[in-house]
């Protein structure tokens, strides 16, 4: 297993989930995608963010990629087992006016298998 990329993501699950906890504002972007995926896993937002605060490293799945949307800012992927189905999530850490802010890109059931170089 690649330790700097272990070492990689776990700094980044540390301070998303630090951000997040922290967080006066809602970290999920609410397109139609997310609010389908919640209908079709039968969950609500406050669980999807409690399924975010518990990824592992093993959850993993690529990034760090640049933001194509925010020069600067990076992207990361994440998958997960919820209710027998694989959801695809994918995070960052914004920056706006010198402040840091965990965002949710997307949270909703994989469309094609994920793999996860990270689990053991």
């Known amino acids: 297993m690649d330790n700097i990329k272990v070492a990689m993501v776990a700094a980044f699950l540390k301070e998303f989930k630090k951000l997040a906890a922290n967080s006066e504002v809602d970290i999920f972007i609410k397109r139609t995608e997310f609010q389908a995926g919640l209908i079709e896993l039968e969950i609500t937002i406050s669980d ?3 399924e975010l605060m518990s990824l592992s490293i093993e959850n993993y799945c690529s990034g760090p990629e640049p933001d194509r949307d925010r ?3 990076f992207i990361w992927e994440f998958g997960k087992t919820i209710k027998r189905r694989e959801v ?3 995070l960052k850490i914004a920056e706006i006016a010198g402040k840091k802010y965990a965002v949710c890109i997307s949270f909703h059931p994989a ?3 994920m793999c ?3 689990k053991n």
Do not use: Q, R
């Open 48 to 50: 999807a963010f409690n």
């Open 71 to 73: 020069p600067g800012t």
């Open 88 to 90: 695809y999530t994918k």
């Open 111 to 113: 469309k094609f298998p």
């Open 116 to 118: 996860y170089p990270l």
